[in-house]
């Protein structure tokens, strides 16, 4: 299974329409993960028609969003925790444990900073955002890969 993720979109601020190299890496996807600010549902009718789209809501992401604070999901068989906003860095791992005890994988938002770490709690990976990428070299996107209830890879990926 190939999962794209994404956060941090801002449309239409900064998500004018879906950018090219953001698109390439969507063709083939299995599913899409938003982990929040999204800012305007079309973007979410946007990424539908690449594959079907889980979502949370963002802090910029206002009442005609249609989407619940925090997810947990089955993603062939990897157990999938979403939130935008994961907290501090210091003790994330442990805090998302806690609110996410039975996933493997902690999807958040909110920081613009890509990260893809493992501590005393489930993994947690943050694919930064494709268009604001605020101190960040480039804007980024995450893409997994899920084979038998395992990640067997997670990559973010530069689309600036």
């Known amino acids: ?13 900064r998500w004018k329409s879906c950018p090219p190299r953001v698109a390439e890496l969507l063709v083939g996807a299995d599913v899409i993960l938003h982990a929040g600010d999204v800012c305007v549902p079309s973007v979410l009718a946007e990424l539908a028609a690449y594959a079907p789209v889980h979502v949370v809501k963002g ?3 206002g009442p005609d969003l249609d989407a619940p604070e925090t997810l947990e999901l089955d993603l062939g ?15 994330r791992t442990a805090r998302m444990r806690r609110r996410f005890p039975e996933a ?21 990976f943050n694919p930064g955002s494709p268009t604001d990428r605020r101190r960040q070299p480039h804007g980024t996107v995450g893409v997994l890969r899920v084979e038998g209830g395992a990640l067997v890879e997670a990559e973010i990926v530069p689309v600036t």
């Open 59 to 61: 802090n910029n992401d």
């Open 1 to 13: 299974m190939r999962v794209v993720v994404l956060s941090d979109t801002h449309a239409p601020r």
């Open 77 to 91: 068989g990897l157990r999938v925790g979403m939130i935008h906003d994961s907290g501090p860095a210091r003790g």
């Open 104 to 124: 493997d994988l902690v999807v958040f938002g909110h920081s613009h900073i890509p990260l893809d770490e493992s501590g005393d709690g489930p993994r947690i």
